[in-house]
């Protein structure tokens, strides 16, 4: 198994930045790729970024290509969320993700990953 735990959240003004954190412990030797998924009141979960584990490819959601930067550091088992230029809309619980299903590709689907987070509550007021 592996256990994450997210820290960084909190409240912002709008385009100030946060930088999220998300510590894995556990089985990380088995981590193929991690994710940020986000949820707001009322909506489903979604797609924020995602990164291979080994070779650090990045894709992002089209809502934050630009602003978010996902990174992760192997050596300390720890994924990043930098979000900068930050709007109201990007209000939610941001959640990391980890796959440790083999794969090559992007997963932009929930059901693609393994692990999860408890959750961190962003918060961007106008």
């Known amino acids: 198994q592996v256990q994450l735990v997210e820290s960084g959240g909190g409240l912002v003004q709008a385009e100030g930045s946060l930088r999220l954190s998300c510590a894995a412990s556990?089985?990380?030797?088995?981590?193929?790729?991690a994710g940020w998924f986000r949820q707001a009141p009322g909506q489903e979960r979604e797609f924020v970024a995602t990164v291979s584990w080994t070779e650090g490819r990045a894709a992002y959601a089209d809502s934050v290509r630009g602003r978010f930067t996902i990174s992760r550091d192997i050596a300390v088992n720890t994924v990043f969320l930098q979000m900068n230029s930050l709007k109201p809309e990007d209000t939610a619980v941001y959640y990391c993700a980890v796959r440790i299903r083999w794969t090559t590709n992007f997963h932009i689907s929930e059901y693609d990953y393994d692990y999860w987070g408890q959750g961190t509550q962003v918060t961007v007021s106008s």
């Open positions: 556990g089985r990380t030797s088995t981590m193929y790729s």
